[in-house]
């Protein structure tokens, strides 16, 4: 980077001689070592950071003289955006970047070694040039390259002019403050992701949302021909986010949406319009996009859609073909394709998806369609799985996991940023013969669904309870699970009292311990009733060290850990000795009347309990006959603030997790989280479980008659 050294001394001559004839330079450090590897090397292995500040010092030194072009031809990660930053801000911005960006570790450079003298030393190029066997990380490169700043489509114009007539997708990566980011944030997610270098770049956000009129014609009804003007929903709260939204480097930010809303507000129609999007101007060659579904009929409904707009679109029609036996959409500009894909029986492996549209992923049944989408996204640098649909009825399906995760990282429980969550439905509570709630509840409402239409829907469901929670489901989006969220948030906050441990010992207590084994939490509750009816409530939480990482997206984890209200137990399961050595210890500060347990995982260890410290056991065998009455009196218990909790952080957390089971006689369990679910509940169960004994009145003896006999009532 010398600025009179040989290259830089040519350029200098060059443009002496004509100053508009276009130099390009090459841009590496191969010719300049000794090793003749293309980046600075330490004990054997080439350093990737460590060159690429020389790099971008030599890539300057050559603008300066006054090279048009730089071509770094090193393959070093990250040294096109470390070469444009370098550029903008020394006022080149306006040299072109030739990425060099599918070179490959190939033996055709042989020759050019052998007369240039840059044959490595040692080892060989592979570590850091490309398998020429793997194309789809060339593309992957290309498209990285892009994002970091190697083309300019606001300066240089369309990338590949036979292509879909339509201007190539901006930049990505963009400088903004947080200030100027205010109006795009919209939640605590989004808070999330800038506090992690997340912007909005809205002239990605428009090339996307100028797509839909631009090429997009509906094909159905009274708007049958018309351009695909978005909503106001769509545009702001789908298209502009999803496509707005990147991270430091350029790439989007989500990887993962899901969108639940009520039926035939114009879903299908917009989730087609993104898959074509995603097809032709997202800029990724041999793209992989799909309409999948639970089975073929619900598969073919967007991309049925999706070839209707191209049938009817002169400008796609001609870069698409679509082939009438299978179906599939081709783009030849990218030798890309976009199919339909359903659970059926067949073949999923081997999928290398870039984007994937899922409709009503509320009927899926199982999780092997599932799994196989989640697993073929790994080799794509930026993804879009691009789930739409309705509530559902199934607590234990993927679509009630997918719901309750979004209403996690909503609600700011959870911190996933590679999730787009967005949720329309009405509140449980709401009335749902009112046509305000109908409105709320449905962002297409006077645009595509009618007051009309809903009035007689509402009035054909009355009568009926079934067709009442159908219509509920389909039109206000609210899940008819049977489970419903049970302890008022307020209402807990209320028995909220100012206790400690110690202001408890010596006093008599029930014990109730759910047990885990690996990655749940075991908790153990204490129940202190009191002489005026109250009753006095502490918790003790214990978790495996190894099942940390299952729980690192809980806001606040680390802290309840250092504060000591989760005890971490070495190791990967946990160890139920610690938890005898809690109990045992208790027995010298309170007087415990009994330890309630369930026998699943618990029987060895409380058996241990009792015989070491003489504590008396009762079996609790978690089933909703045996839950019923302790579930309803627990709840009657907070809501008459006759339950006191000293604010245990771990509990507060558990009871807005809690959910109930009714059955049709109105019995109620909590219900547990399944697996892949973080929320957890163990404290509330172990609670109830202890509650049961508290309702148990307490054995009254006396003697009746001349004889002493005793009696017990």
Known sequence: YDEDGIVQEAIKKIKQINIDLLVIT?????????????????????????????????????????????????????????????????????????????????????????????????GDRKSYQMDPANSNQ?????????????????????LVSDKLDYPVKPTGAITATIQSQSKWITGPHLEY?????????????????????????????????????????????????????VRPDGRRLFRRVYIEIPKKNGKSTLASGIGLYMLCCDLIGGSEVYSAAADRE?????HKQAINMVD??????????????????????????????????????????????IDELHIWKGRALWDTLKYGYRARSQPLQFVITTAGSDPQSICWEQHQHAREVLAGKVTDINFYPLIYSAETGDDWRDPEVWEEANPSYGDIITRETLEEDCKEAEGSESSISVFKRYT???????????????????CRRDFTEQ?????????????????????????????????????????????????????????????????????????????????????????????????????????EIEEEAHITRVVFRQRLMNFAAPTEEFERLVLAEKVHHNNNLVLNWQAGNTEVYTDINGNKRPIKPKGGDHRRIDGIVAHIMATSQCMIPPVVSRYVGTDKELQFI
């Open 26 to 122: 090459d841009v590496c450090l191969c010719e300049y070592m000794d090793h003749g590897h293309c980046g600075i090397a330490k004990d054997g292995e080439v350093q990737n950071d460590l060159t690429l500040e020389l790099l971008a010092k030599t890539a300057l030194s050559h603008a300066t003289a006054g090279a048009d072009m730089v071509a770094p031809s090193d393959m070093m990660d990250g040294r096109v955006g470390y070469i444009r930053q370098a550029l903008e801000e020394n006022g080149f911005s306006e040299t072109a970047i030739m990425a060099y960006s599918a070179k490959y570790a190939s033996a055709f450079y042989g020759p050019f070694r052998d007369v240039a003298d840059s044959a490595p030393a040692f």
């Open 138 to 158: 060339a593309m992957a490169e290309i498209e990285q390259h892009i994002a970091e700043g190697t083309y300019r489509p606001d300066r240089y114009g369309p």
């Open 503 to 607: 202001d408890l010992e010596g006093e008599s207590c029930h014990l109730a311990l759910d047990m885990s084994r690996t990655r749940d939490l075991s908790a153990l509750a204490a129940n202190f009733p009191q002489a005026d009816g109250t009753h006095d409530l502490l918790t003790w939480f214990w978790l495996a060290e190894g099942s940390l990482k299952y729980y690192n997206r809980i806001e606040g984890l680390y802290d309840w850990v250092k504060q000591g209200l989760i005890n971490i137990i070495p190791g990967e399961v946990i160890e139920p000795s610690f938890i005898k050595e809690a109990i045992v210890g208790l027995k010298e500060r309170f007087d415990i009347l009994d330890l309630v347990y369930d026998p699943m995982f618990a029987e060895p260890v409380c058996q």
């Open 312 to 357: 009817a679109s002169d400008e796609l029609s001609s870069v698409l073909k679509v082939n009438r036996s299978t179906f599939n959409i081709q783009y030849k500009g990218t030798k890309s394709w976009y199919r339909a894909l359903s659970a059926a029986p067949g073949s999923k492996e081997g999928l290398d998806i870039h984007c994937a549209i």
């Open 298 to 302: 619900q598969a073919s409904i967007v």
């Open 476 to 494: 206000l989006n609210i899940w008819s699970t049977g489970a419903t969220a049970w302890l008022k948030m307020d209402s807990w906050e209320k």
């Open 193 to 245: 992701a800038v506090s992690k270098g997340a912007r909005f770049n809205e002239a990605l956000a428009e090339h996307a949302a100028v797509f839909f009129p631009k090429f997009l014609r509906h094909s159905k009804d009274r708007w049958y021909g018309l351009p695909f003007d978005l909503l106001d929903w769509q545009r702001d709260d789908v298209i502009y986010p999803l496509f707005g939204w």
